[in-house]
């Protein structure tokens, strides 16, 4: 996959991008991670990406054309019409994992960052396929959405993780939180692994690691139970779950 970020600041990636699982994607080429400064394609010889908003107003806004030009530039350079257009920003739709898995099936995604007061509409209108932000808070650029839909969206790609399966058990991946996790040593300070654990019984294993993710789930967000449908073992087991937590 490629993936192509339009950002005012490209220093702010090295880091993310530089380390760990994403390195090691890019490494592999599984992943090709690009930044593109908005700034290129400015028209002045001052490199002005941003101007005042037409009707007044505080603020700044940024301008269309190096806008523009900076997504025809990423677009000409992956030989693919498989491409997702998505702007950052606090009044898009609310990112989830459904998405990231959406977002994995394309062969490019070009990911434009907000910044100042927006962007002038008429790229988001005509250029943008989608705004997606990452929750109900504003913050000082897109620059760190970014970061988290890539990271987030190379979790789903084949190989990144290693274990095809790995991203599988991953809370919100199946719209459960993910279930407790242990390793060694087998007592710590008293505290113990649960003895379900250590049985070798694989059949035990994953009905008590399915129980305790209904459970966490019901505890912390029980309204991803609102509209997921379970299977009569599921109902069995949050029955059990609510049985206990009312002592009978």
Known sequence: MKIDVISLFPEMFDGPFGHSIIKRACDSDILNIHVTNPRDFALDKHKIVDDSPFGGGSGMVMKPDPLFYAVEHCKQHALTANRRIILTSPGGATFTQHKAKELAQFDQLIILCGHYEGIDDRIREHVIDESISIGDYVLTGGELPAMVIVDSVARMLPGVLGADDAAQHDSFYNGLLEYPQYTRPREFKGWEVPEVLLSGDHAKIDRWRRKQSLRITLECRPDLLQYKELS?????????????????
């Not at 009569?232 to 009978?248: Q, R």
């Open 232 to 248: 009569k073992e599921d109902a069995k087991l949050i029955a059990e779950i609510l049985s206990e937590s009312n002592g009978s």
